[in-house]
């Protein structure tokens, strides 16, 4: 029996679908994602945490959800919205629908409403506060409460989705990625314990990170977002790598903090969250886009080489070019709204991207960056 669910924006518009997942009411900013694939990957990125996530791609759930293609060991975003959920998931690793998962973990999701007219309102007013609810179905009620609803701007997000505690990483990449000719053998190879120490600071981090750092022989350790530099110095690493993570970057001054404490001690790598709070340690700014990138089919030129990659994003905010201090450049540019997409600092050792290298879900042309890293922690910081 299909039981109604609303969402209603912030700028008055209410759209009536059918509930799937658990039930309830949230509210949080309401964002869209163009990806094909990858629901399990976005379902599980802690990027997400705070927000209503919209799949641009008209059907979701047709093959299911495998207990191997997660990127952390919960789901942080708030609700889910898809124009059709498929019920009857085929696939060889599936062991649950998509509908089963969000039950299980308690988030609510919205089907069959008209996600293209949500995304265009979304386009044209920008990212706007949402409220998904299947208890409450007043119209009027429903507005008023996503207009009272605080927005994620200046909040700490990232203290819900990061560890508590430190540990070292045991796991490299999927051998289905390594074999093809064994697809349906899904191992992963272990962690690397030689190799250069990589110490990487967990804002919400997506284990495939460090599944890449694992798998070119990097010894990983895991620490909390909240470390300070001599925390994180005091394990003597070869290089420190900053992660991905959810909200708004400028409130986060104790990472800020560290970070500043460690340039031009050891290399440093960014991806996303950890690339914006990099641009914030060397005294750039941030600041608020319309409405994000979320996707998986982001062009960025590569300035340097002059090639062009198609990368996998999920970003609300952006490093300011014009507010980049001398000595940083601007090594990455998004094609579609020419915003900055990666900048280099190389007399500090250090650089970030604002995309996400290692995929998942998404194309794989940007893994280079991992070796970059690997370079930079071969050669001493001096020597950038
Ligand atoms: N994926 C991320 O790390 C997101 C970074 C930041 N929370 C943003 O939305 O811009």
Redesign the pocket.
């Given at each position: 029996m299909s039981e109604p669910a609303k969402l209603a924006l912030s700028d008055g518009t209410v759209f009536t679908g059918v509930r799937f997942g658990a039930p309830g009411e949230v509210y949080g900013e309401v964002v869209f994602n163009t990806s094909l694939t990858g629901y399990q990957e976005i379902l599980t990125d802690p990027?997400y945490n705070g927000q209503i996530v919209t799949m641009t791609y008209p059907l979701i759930g047709n093959y299911g959800i495998n207990p191997e293609d997660v990127e952390s060991g919960k789901l942080s975003l708030r609700g889910f919205v898809v124009r059709e959920l498929c019920r009857e998931p085929s696939n060889f690793r599936s062991v649950m629908s998509l509908d089963a998962y969000l039950r299980e973990h308690g988030v609510i999701g919205i089907e069959g409403i008209d996600t293209r007219a949500l995304v265009r309102r979304i386009r044209t007013q920008g990212a706007m506060t949402g409220v998904l609810s299947t208890t409450d179905l007043d119209d009027k009620s429903l507005v008023a409460k996503a207009r009272s609803s605080p927005t994620l701007v200046g909040k700490d997000l990232v203290k819900d989705v990061m560890p508590e505690e430190s540990r070292p990483w045991s796991e490299g990449l999927h051998s289905i990625l390594l074999d093809p000719s064994t697809p349906h053998v899904t191992k992963r190879t272990g962690a690397a314990d030689s190799g250069p120490h990589v110490v990487a600071v967990d804002y919400g981090m997506k284990w495939n990170i460090p599944r890449h750092l694992s798998e070119m022989g990097c010894r990983v350790t895991v620490v909390p977002g909240t470390s300070t530099a001599e925390e994180i110095l005091a394990r003597n690493p070869d290089g420190v790598f900053l992660s991905?993570?959810?909200?708004d970057?400028e409130p986060l001054e104790y990472a800020i903090e560290t970070i500043r404490g460690l340039l031009g001690k050891k290399p440093v790598f960014g991806i996303?969250?950890g690339h914006?709070l990099l641009g914030l340690a060397l005294g750039a700014q941030t600041y608020k886009l319309k409405f994000?990138h979320r996707g998986a089919n982001q062009p960025v030129l590569n300035i340097q080489s002059g090639q062009v990659e198609i990368t996998s994003q999920?970003?609300?905010?952006a490093v300011d070019a014009d507010s980049l201090p001398p000595g940083t450049e601007v090594t990455h540019i998004n094609l579609n709204d020419q915003t900055v997409e990666g900048i280099r600092n190389s007399e500090l050792g250090a650089f970030s991207v604002q995309y996400h290298p290692e995929a998942s879900a998404g194309p794989h042309d940007s893994h280079y960056l991992f070796r970059q890293f690997l370079r930079d922690m071969q050669a001493p910081v001096a020597a950038h």
């Open positions: 990027s991905n993570g959810p909200g970057p996303c969250l914006q994000g999920n970003h609300g905010f």
